[in-house]
């Protein structure tokens, strides 16, 4: 198993940055699938981004791509999100989930693909 904790959350001004960072205990992430999701008050869980287990291919949402950049360090076991240009709508929690190496059905967007999470990170964007 696996733990994750992230912090980084804020408030932060339309137009602004925030840095997002996800710290996994318990098990190397070297072999996972690490990714970001949000869910916003009465929203559903929204996939963000993903990254592979050698950080070579990375997959974003069309609503943050170009403004969101997920990366990874395997040997501080921490996936980031460096989020800029942040806009109104991207206030959320932002969860970050891992997958173990394995099949699966699940395509990387869904929420079911990912046997852990973290508790989630509150980010507000103003207007």
């Known amino acids: 198993q696996v733990q994750l904790v992230e912090s980084g959350g804020g408030l932060a001004q339309a137009g602004g940055s925030l840095w997002l960072s996800c710290v996994a205990s318990g098990r190397t992430i070297s072999n996972y699938l690490m990714a970001w999701f949000r869910q916003a008050p009465g929203k559903e869980r929204e996939f963000v981004a993903a990254?592979?287990?050698?950080?070579?291919?990375?997959y974003y949402a069309d609503s943050v791509k170009g403004r969101f950049t997920i990366s990874r360090d395997n040997a501080k076991n921490t996936v980031y999100l460096q989020m800029n240009s942040l806009k109104p709508e991207d206030t959320a929690v932002y969860h970050c989930?891992?997958?173990?190496?394995?099949?699966?059905?699940?395509?990387?967007?869904?929420?079911?693909?990912?046997?852990?999470w973290g508790q989630g990170t509150q980010v507000t964007v103003s207007s």
């Open positions: 989930a891992a997958a173990p190496r394995g099949f699966t059905a699940q395509p990387i967007m869904s929420p079911y693909k990912y046997d852990y």
């Open positions: 990254i592979n287990w050698s950080g070579g291919s990375t």
